[in-house]
Nanobody, 125 residues
């Protein structure tokens, strides 16, 4: 198991930016596929972005493509989500997730076996 702790959430105006961080501890972080999911009030948790262990392969949900960037620093056991041009519809609790069993980036909740506690992102109009 790997323990995940998110940080960097907050309140921002539409058009603004935030950078989320997810620190990992436990088993070797560099071998995991890492991803960010989000869950808005009354909605299901959805995939936002994922990155393979090497950082060379990334995948984004259509709703954030061109605005969000996922990256990782394996030396620091940290994955980041840079969020630009934020919209009110980006308001949600953002969760960091790790997949210890696959090599490809999954988009479904059940493909990830380690989760952080979440960090709130609120975008005002």
């Amino acid at each position: 198991q790997v323990q995940l702790v998110e940080s960097g959430g907050g309140l921002v105006q539409a058009g603004g930016s935030l950078r989320l961080s997810c620190g990992a501890s436990g088993r070797p972080f560099s071998r995991y596929v890492m991803a960010w999911f989000r869950q808005a009030p009354g909605k299901e948790r959805e995939f936002v972005a994922g990155i393979r262990w090497s950082g060379g392969s990334k995948y984004y949900a259509d709703s954030v493509k061109g605005r969000f960037t996922i990256s990782r620093d394996n030396a620091k056991n940290t994955v980041y989500l840079q969020m630009n041009s934020l919209k009110p519809e980006d308001t949600a609790v953002y969760y960091c997730a790790a997949d210890s069993t696959r090599l490809r980036i999954g988009v479904y909740i059940q493909e990830y076996d380690n989760w952080g506690q979440g960090t709130q992102v609120t975008v005002s109009s």
